[in-house]
């Protein structure tokens, strides 16, 4: 189809339903990597722009947290591009997330594409931070846009939000005071040595964690990679518990890798004690399981000590069941402990 045959109104766009299928051949214009569009792209919400039933365009989009999207992918046709259907197709969907009550919708691209940062700009994206040498380490193949070797991934941030937070905040979470000042995010790149230092001061403060003060090898460049493989999942995220600017508790759900488990989610889950049992576990825990339910996701899995009464009671609250008991399996301060498995089909 030639674009000369279509007239600018006569571009329908519209939200695709479950069975409907995406060119791949469309989608890898904007990501030539085609094994993450293949993870990413059955949890997506996806849009098309299209001609005479012909699709010239698509954009899917990626839920994150209550209020927070990703632009996972948005390309239009090579013939049909500079006519403003890319425009066209990006503003129904920003306009459909505002009615999703989205508050912060983000977007990368890379240092090379020109044209990109100028479109996402246009449409009130603002450039919020820069992941150096991203495509070099993550893409075999140097990548060439503008005569410019595309080697950094440029993070773009639309908010419709009165803050600059990530913050998702739930109205209807009744929670001690301090649980409602406390704002819940996703982990990002900047976020890798508080993160880790918070989690040696956890180990050092209760004796439910599995290390012991010491054992935590784990360096900044290390969980930097762990929150990188979590933004780029479907499947995976680590959610944060803030106050004052200070990590205080943390949720990491971390998602099967291969067909047969990837519905199944393990959590690990800590608070600094000075903040515990003051409803910010059961904030980190809705986030969650509200990311959960909008992966389609179908099982969430974890282990705690039989002597943490504490978190024994929020989970089963929050509808968790007890799935087995591993007899001894820790020792606990010379003491040996049982490991209670609960899990919870969503």
Request: proline share 2%; with cysteine.
């Amino acid at each position: 189809m030639e674009s000369s045959d279509y007239s600018y109104d006569s571009v329908l766009i519209r939200a695709q339903s479950n069975h409907e299928s995406i060119p791949i051949t469309l989608l890898m214009l904007a990501d030539p990597d085609l094994e993450a569009i293949e993870h990413y792209k059955a949890y997506c919400r996806w849009w098309t722009a299209e001609i005479a039933n012909h699709i010239v365009g698509v954009c899917g989009v990626l839920q994150r947290a209550a209020q927070e999207w990703e632009i996972m992918n948005i390309a239009v046709e090579v013939d049909y591009e500079t006519q403003g259907i890319g425009s066209k197709l990006l503003d129904e969907v920003l306009q459909q997330l505002k009615q999703y009550k989205a508050q912060v919708v983000t977007v990368a691209t890379g240092n090379s594409s020109l044209g990109a940062l100028a479109f996402y700009q246009k449409h009130g994206f603002r450039m919020i931070r820069i992941e150096h040498d991203h495509f070099i380490r993550h893409y075999q193949q140097p990548i060439i846009e503008n005569g410019i070797v595309c080697r950094d991934q440029v993070i773009l941030q639309k908010t419709w939000a009165d803050s600059n937070s990530l913050s998702s905040v739930y109205p209807y979470t009744k929670e001690p005071y301090l649980a409602m000042l406390v704002s819940v995010r996703i982990a990002q790149m900047k976020d890798s040595g508080a993160l880790v230092r918070m989690k040696q001061k956890l180990d050092e403060q209760t004796t439910f964690m599995l290390l012991e003060p010491g054992e935590r090898n784990l360096n900044e460049a290390e969980q930097r990679e762990m929150i990188r493989y979590a933004l780029r999942s479907a499947n995976s995220n680590i959610f944060l518990a803030e106050y004052e600017g200070q990590i205080i508790g943390y949720l990491e759900a971390i998602g099967g890798k291969v067909a047969r488990n990837r519905h199944s989610v393990y959590i690990v889950v800590g608070v600094l004690q000075e903040y515990a049992n003051r409803g910010i576990g059961r904030r980190l825990f809705q986030t969650m399981i509200h990311w959960a339910q909008d992966r389609h996701l179908h099982r969430l899995e974890l282990n705690v000590q039989g002597s943490n009464e504490r978190a024994l009671h929020l989970y089963r609250s929050l509808g968790f069941r007890i799935e087995g008991i591993q007899k001894n399996a820790l020792v606990v301060e010379h003491q040996y402990v049982d490991l209670i498995q609960m899990g919870l089909l969503l």
